[in-house]
């Protein structure tokens, strides 16, 4: 058995992490006071260096302009005492977690304070464990759209003093103008504040840069609800037809059997609703949509910021050349151009050991070449069919779409 790997705080570890808040020195305790004092150099925002001005010592370095995330400067100096100040805590959205990527553990000793969702959730006497939280500091504000379900309670990072009011206009848009809005300003310092208006009238100004938005969501009955389950509605894209409809998604889906961090390559994109559902599925999931209409490309990227999951790479080109130079795929979804020569060879040969390969077929063609592709590798086949029902006269009747035929493969 390896023996254990013990992470001290001894004090011969070079970098040391304080978290401070609004109350500056006040809120350190003796231990985060003494590393600041004992840096030869302590990195941070001006604001944060400002607060700690009277227990510097060494050389107070500001944080560059662009911000650096490959932190080289604070790199370069390992070895030395080095102390890097944070908002909070620097393990909730924080410079901690962009250390991290460079330095072990075992270098970096971090005293944190409150974050500000544990601030927040005070101030508001909200349960952390049963709200949803999301930073969309420095990231648009669509990635809000998969938690806005009626009841919820959702606290919120913003990038400045104009973030809230640009929320609460996409509220008011999306049908849930009756929401609740709590703006919370400075929160843990003297120049701490609550404000509170509803979404559809959300007239609060001056607005500090440094704020939580508390939403407590509220819908009308033409709200835009992104469910949580695969399958949602075929009217929530944009599409000309080209669409893999919302029952033969939710099987897609199931067959595809995301797992978090994984990506997936969706080849012949078509309105790109199966990548969109794969990312609405948890946030850690990434998705390239490979398509080679370029009006069907513009409007996949519509489609996935009205679906809140605008990080989707959108590829405009046609399978098997586009696939090239793409990063390595945990799962792959051909849906359309699976014909074309090369495409399916490129599909497995692209996969890792253990990647997961779905093809849809609607066509003949497709169809042969997927009971080959079975017969020589194995897998499941199934054959999947719909029925809607129509009027028939005054009467209603069942009118079949076409059948699905589906590979699902596990590469060995």
Do not use: Y
Request: hydrophobic share 45%.
């Amino acid at each position: 058995m390896p023996a254990e790997r013990q992470l001290s705080a001894a004090p011969d570890r070079w970098l040391t992490i304080v978290g401070i808040g609004e109350d500056g020195v006040e809120g350190l305790g003796d231990e985060a006071k003494r590393r600041i004092a004992e840096a030869e150099t302590v990195f941070g925002g001006r604001r944060h260096l400002a607060l700690v001005e009277g227990l510097v010592r060494g050389r107070a370095q500001p944080w560059p302009t662009p911000f650096d995330a490959g932190m080289q400067a604070v790199i370069a100096l390992r070895g030395q005492r080095i102390c890097v100040l944070a908002s909070g805590d620097p393990f909730c959205h924080g410079v901690g977690t962009t250390l991290a990527r460079h330095v072990p553990a075992d270098e970096m000793h971090v005293i944190p304070a409150p974050s500000s969702f544990s601030l927040a959730a005070a101030r508001l006497s909200w349960s952390l464990p049963e709200i949803a939280t999301i930073s969309l500091h420095g990231k648009p504000i669509d990635l809000i759209r998969p938690l806005l379900h009626p009841k919820t309670r959702i606290l919120a990072l913003t990038s400045d003093g104009n973030g809230s009011a640009a929320i609460a206009r996409l509220l008011s848009e999306l049908g849930f103008g009756p929401s609740r809005l709590t703006v919370l300003e400075a929160l843990g310092g003297q120049a701490e504040r609550l404000m509170s208006a509803q979404a559809s009238t959300f007239d609060l100004k001056n607005i500090s840069p440094l704020n939580v938005l508390a939403i407590e969501v509220e819908s009308t009955p033409e709200a835009r609800i992104l469910p949580l389950s695969a399958g949602i509605a075929d009217d929530l894209f944009e599409h000309d037809g080209q669409i893999t409809k919302r029952e033969i998604r939710a099987v897609t889906l199931s067959a595809l059997a995301p797992r978090r961090g994984e990506l997936l390559w969706d080849v012949g994109a078509g309105s790109g609703s199966i990548a969109i559902e794969w990312m609405l599925r948890d946030p850690s999931l990434c998705a390239i949509a490979i398509e080679a209409s370029p009006e069907r490309a513009v409007r996949i990227g519509r489609n996935s910021v009205a679906c809140g999951v605008p990080g989707l790479t959108v590829i405009e080109g046609r399978a098997p050349v586009a696939l090239s130079g793409l990063q390595t795929p945990d799962a792959i979804f051909v849906g359309g151009g699976g014909t074309q020569a090369g495409v399916m060879d490129a599909a497995i040969d692209a996969l890792p050991a253990g990647g997961r390969l779905v093809a849809n077929a609607v066509t003949l063609e497709m169809e042969a070449l997927l009971l080959s592709l079975h017969a020589k590798h194995g897998g499941d086949l199934i054959r999947l069919s719909v029925s809607r029902t129509t009027p028939v006269g005054s009467m209603q009747g069942w009118r079949p779409a076409m059948p699905v035929t589906q590979w699902a493969w596990v590469k060995p």
